[in-house]
């Protein structure tokens, strides 16, 4: 059973152009939750995509964008990259519970973005 | 809103050791907590939770009991070894409607023969 991956493993941007991530969540795993991880600090929420749509946001500006497709894989986009957005991409993913929120995130490698 | 404070490192400990990393939240509600290990190089990798006050979540040898009077928990381990050296974050994760994960900022442990 392959868990959650993540593509490409590391990037290489200069200042001012656009990113595309991508995760493809573990198997049975409805809904996929990004992450930013500037080194030496913990996770930051990015955002959560369940049902194709955006349901939560952390305090990121609209420049992240993102998508969900039907098969529940997700893109992280970054426009307009500034060099605070070198950093670990973070993708999780999880079963979606039925009563009561989700179940355990499980995380992939990551992607580690590097903007010069 | 929600946080989670961690005990700052890094902590370096000879193998065999009693290890104890401190953590203590701030959320309304009823979080689940968590503690994730990150070894070097590699994404998160989930080591214990608990969902509700007074359990106790374990693995690997790795325990934390969640303390709702005190808002904590506290990672411990009786008897350290070589390969548990990495980061190690607790986070905590909000109630239906609130489902991010909130992390501290990491404790990197390394053990030394």
């Known amino acids: 059973d392959a868990g959650v991956t993540q593509s490409p493993t590391h990037l290489i941007k200069t200042r001012g152009q656009q990113v595309t991530l991508r995760c493809s969540p573990k198997?049975?795993?409805?809904?996929v939750s990004w992450y930013q991880q500037a080194l030496g600090q913990g996770p930051q929420f990015i955002f959560q995509y369940y049902e194709e749509e955006e349901r939560q946001r952390g305090n990121f500006p609209d420049r992240f964008s993102g998508h969900q497709f039907p098969n529940y894989s997700s893109e992280l986009n970054v426009n307009a990259l500034l060099l605070g957005d070198s950093a670990l991409y973070l993708c999780?993913?999880?079963?979606?519970?039925?009563?009561?929120?989700?179940?355990?995130?499980?995380f992939g490698p990551g992607t580690r973005l590097l903007v010069l | 809103g929600d946080s989670v404070t961690q005990m700052e490192g890094p902590v370096t400990l000879s193998e065999e050791a009693f290890l104890t990393i401190n953590c203590t939240y701030t959320a309304t509600g009823y979080p689940s907590l968590f503690w994730y290990v990150q070894y070097p190089g590699e994404g998160l990798q989930l080591l214990l939770k608990a969902t509700k006050a007074d359990d106790k979540g374990s693995n690997k040898g790795f325990e934390a009991t969640y303390r709702k009077e005190t808002t904590s928990f506290h990672l411990e381990k009786g008897s350290v070894q070589v390969s548990d050296s990495a980061v190690y974050f607790c986070a905590l994760e909000g109630n239906f409607g609130n489902e991010k994960l909130t992390f501290g900022t990491g404790t990197r442990l390394t053990i030394i023969p």
């Open positions: 999780a993913s999880s079963p979606r519970k039925r009563a009561r929120g989700l179940e355990t995130q499980y």
């Open positions: 198997s049975g795993h409805d809904t």
